[in-house]
């Protein structure tokens, strides 16, 4: 993660901060503390005939052999103070979050079967947000 901002003439400031993660996941089934994709069968009695518990988790891929792609987002901030005097001054801003709308995969179904693999979470898309602070 990286941070920086720079003044500019006019009033006028630019900044930004990127970040960027491995692709890691807690998918909520597994091992809470994986930093891999699990993928898991469950079974039943119904599908496994003289099971003796209720259900059965099976992993079906290696632990550490399955990873979502790595997570990048660039955010940026365009700002202008404005003086008012003995009231302050008022700086208006203008963010963009995830400049780069990059849009990784960062939860998907990991259950055996037609699901399995279907996103159900991306990077939130680029937000722009417009914004003022009041200094007095």
């Known amino acids: 993660k990286i941070g920086a901002t720079y003044d500019l003439p006019l009033n006028f400031s630019v900044s930004g901060s990127f970040q960027s993660y491995p692709g890691t996941t807690?998918?909520?089934?597994g091992?809470?503390?994986a930093s891999w994709v699990v993928v898991n069968y469950t079974?039943?009695?119904s599908r496994v005939p003289g099971l003796t518990q209720g259900s059965e988790t099976i992993a079906l891929i290696n632990p550490g052999s399955k990873y979502y792609e790595r997570l990048n987002q660039?955010?940026?901030r365009v700002a202008r103070r404005f003086q008012l005097g003995r009231a302050g001054n008022v700086e208006i801003q203008v963010d963009i979050f995830n400049s780069l709308n990059s849009h990784p995969v960062t939860t998907a179904t990991s259950t055996f079967g037609t699901s399995l693999?279907?996103?159900?979470?991306?990077?939130q898309s680029r937000l722009v947000s417009i914004g003022a602070q009041w200094h007095f």
């Open 31 to 33: 091992n809470a503390s």
């Open 74 to 76: 660039l955010d940026l």
């Open 117 to 123: 693999n279907t996103p159900t979470a991306i990077l």
């Open 26 to 29: 807690n998918s909520g089934s």
């Open 43 to 45: 079974a039943n009695p």
